[in-house]
């Protein structure tokens, strides 16, 4: 950046020195200097930066014309750094886990115990033991901070899990305040025809821009890639002892039940559960739960907590 800071000046003092009789190429040349400039400010010292304007800035006071130019042109150059700054502020992921953290306890989540003192252990369920999974994590603005497979080979979770687990982890996070953890499971009733959220879903749709190929590229981290779902899976992510919201964690990769399973005990290891506890914005199955608002349909091979839930008639959803 250096070297193309000193080769701007260089261009604009030679603009200047052939073009000192042409309105047009000058003013150009002028604004080009000054703008040059500003810029260094990122780099130099305000003493530096201060000499090498200062003959452009007495040349511009000169001038009224040059100097509405350069003055627009400041203004819009420090905006468009003030917009680069703020963005790259809400893409701060720190605090967050890494994916290879994210990997380790992905690994660990469907061996938690049945004893362990959280209550949230034991089998998870589901089509592979939530063995396969794509986990994915946002920050409070949106932006994709990491995502990973449990397995070494990517190819072997199912590829399209990877949108929904990214797509989770932002609905998880979109839906959830301080006090009020949401996850995913529970917006599912919401979202039906008939009820009070339905094509909730068009709002938001996932950017396919920021996928990743299996063992490749970037895949949106960074990036805001949106989307909303609304069946188990996602889950809100806090710290300061669950005071505070920082993002959200989505997992996909087997049914939907088991990934709800999967995500509340990957929050659980992580230590970034809801003041509540890891239970707080769990599964609901209105089978066992009987009919409310946050009920979610029971699932192949269903557990919750360990416990295998019945497979009786599920009240359907009606009065909300």
């Known amino acids: 950046m250096g070297h193309e800071f000193v080769y701007s000046f260089f261009r604009c003092e030679r603009h200047h020195t052939m073009a000192s009789d042409v309105w047009g190429i000058e003013q150009r040349a002028w604004v080009c200097c000054l703008c040059a400039g500003l810029l260094s400010f990122r780099w130099a010292s305000y003493s530096g930066a201060k000499r090498a304007l200062s003959p452009y800035l007495v040349h511009a006071r000169r001038n009224p014309m040059i100097f509405k130019l350069v003055l627009t042109s400041a203004i819009s150059l420090f905006l468009l750094l003030g917009t680069s700054l703020a963005q790259n502020e809400d893409s701060n992921c720190q605090g967050l886990p890494d ?44 932006h ?28 998880a996070n979109a839906f959830s305040l301080d006090s009020f ?65 920082v993002g959200g964690l989505g997992i996909s990769g087997d049914t939907s039940c088991t990934d709800h399973e999967v995500a509340k005990r990957v929050r659980h290891l992580l230590g970034m559960n809801p003041s509540g506890g890891p239970k707080i914005d769990d599964i609901q199955y209105s089978a066992s739960d009987g009919p409310s608002v946050f009920t979610h349909p029971q699932c192949l091979n269903v557990k919750r907590n360990g416990v295998t839930i019945g497979t009786g008639t599920e009240a359907n959803a009606s009065g909300y």
């Open 99 to 142: 994916a290879a953290t994210l990997r380790a306890k992905l690994i660990a989540a469907p061996n938690i115990p049945a004893s362990d003192p959280s209550g949230i252990g034991g089998d998870v369920g589901g089509l592979f033991g939530g063995t396969r999974m794509w986990v994915a994590v946002v920050n409070r603005a949106g």
């Open 144 to 171: 994709l901070c990491g995502f990973v497979t449990s397995t070494a080979d990517p190819s072997q979770v199912w590829p399209g899990s990877q949108a929904i687990a990214k797509a989770k982890a932002y609905t």
């Open 181 to 245: 953890a949401l996850s995913t499971a529970r917006l599912y009733t919401f979202t039906q025809p008939g009820h009070s959220l339905w094509s909730l879903g068009q709002s938001n749709p996932f950017n396919p821009v920021f996928l990743s190929a299996p063992g490749g590229g970037t895949g949106g981290n960074g990036q805001i890639a949106g989307g909303l779902i609304f069946f188990g899976g996602g889950v809100p992510i806090y710290a300061n002892g669950g005071t505070k919201i």
